[in-house]
């Protein structure tokens, strides 16, 4: 692989999307685009080269859309339907560390900004795919230097996330964030293995902690 020192991966299914950043970037930036994934056995085969290719001298960032094509949610572990960006940067974290990454979506709730930097997932960025090119490269910029970096307009949706979720116990905090991803009370049900009773007990007490009274109201406070 070239000695190039900025390097940059993005796992995005839009080509004209890869292809319009890995332009940007080359005409305003020191940063290159080296890698790219758009379909299913390409990200396989690029989480894979980045484990040999991302060292602690010479690191890769990664921008990876959260919505990712959905097949892959079913190949990689943990999968998370319509949301397999997650399960691509919870592979990289694991098998190649030095892979900094970047989610670029068009999910702009604090639920999703909270889950894409917890330490499940392991993103070190997020930015809103309706912000500018040079929003994606200060966070570039600041993710490359070991720095946090989230789109400042959704820093307060972020806190709000984390302020509902900190008065939550851990069970019940898994039923908000499958609220929240769109999973009906059934699925949320079948995913930890209980009866859609129990999820309605624990919705039940949620709404009087949170201070809602339906879950209509509740996605509403998350998508603030």
Request: net charge negative; hydrophobic share 40%; proline share 1%.
């Amino acid at each position: 692989m070239s000695g190039y020192e900025k390097r940059l991966a993005i796992f995005e299914d839009h080509a004209l999307m890869r292809d319009g950043i890995a332009a940007w970037f080359a005409t305003n930036s020191d940063w290159r685009v080296m890698f790219s994934a758009g379909t299913v056995e390409e990200a396989h085969e690029l989480i894979t080269t980045l484990e040999h290719e991302a060292t602690q001298e010479k690191p890769v960032i990664a921008l990876v859309d959260i919505s990712f094509k959905e097949e892959v949610s079913a190949t990689l572990p943990n999968g998370s339907e319509g949301h397999a960006g997650f399960d691509i940067v919870r592979e990289l974290s694991a098998r190649s560390p030095f892979t900094k990454c970047i989610m670029y979506s068009s999910y702009s709730s604090g639920s999703f900004v909270e889950c894409a930097l917890s330490k499940n997932i392991g993103a070190m960025g997020y930015v809103s795919k309706s912000s500018d090119e040079a929003e994606l490269l200060r966070a570039v910029e600041a993710v490359s230097t070991g720095d946090v970096y989230v789109e400042s307009n959704l820093l307060y949706k972020m806190f709000e996330t984390q302020r509902i979720m900190s008065v939550l116990t851990k069970k019940e905090r898994k039923i908000v964030e499958g609220i929240a991803f769109g999973d009906t009370i059934s699925e949320i049900a079948d995913k930890l293995g209980v009866s859609r009773r129990t999820i309605e007990n624990h919705l039940s007490h949620i709404y009087d902690k949170i201070g809602v009274r339906s879950k209509d109201a509740l996605i509403a406070c998350l998508s603030q």
